[in-house]
């Protein structure tokens, strides 16, 4: 699995909604719109327009510092 759910009570009927993601390391979750650094780049939990819900890629980390895509760094 790639994400997690919770039931809720919802009136007279149960239902599950999706809460957030599994992390790539499969040992935690990450919730929706949060963030997560794994192996050198961060992900974004997102839930996209047709209803899928994934880690997506949103930069990368280098010497410890978070850079978005598109943004330029000098490797020293």
Same mark, same amino acid.
């Given at each position: 699995n790639t994400y997690y759910y919770r039931c809720r009570d919802d009136g007279r &009927? &149960?239902?599950?909604?999706?809460?957030?993601?599994?992390?790539?390391?499969k040992q935690r979750r990450v919730p929706l719109g949060q963030t997560d650094d794994f192996n050198g780049y961060t992900y974004k939990c997102q839930q996209k327009t047709s209803g899928v819900v994934q880690m997506c890629s949103v930069g990368c980390i280098h010497d410890g510092q978070r850079y978005a895509i598109g943004q330029q760094y000098k490797l020293l």
């Open positions: &009927v &149960v239902k599950t909604t999706i809460e957030g993601c599994i992390a790539h390391d």
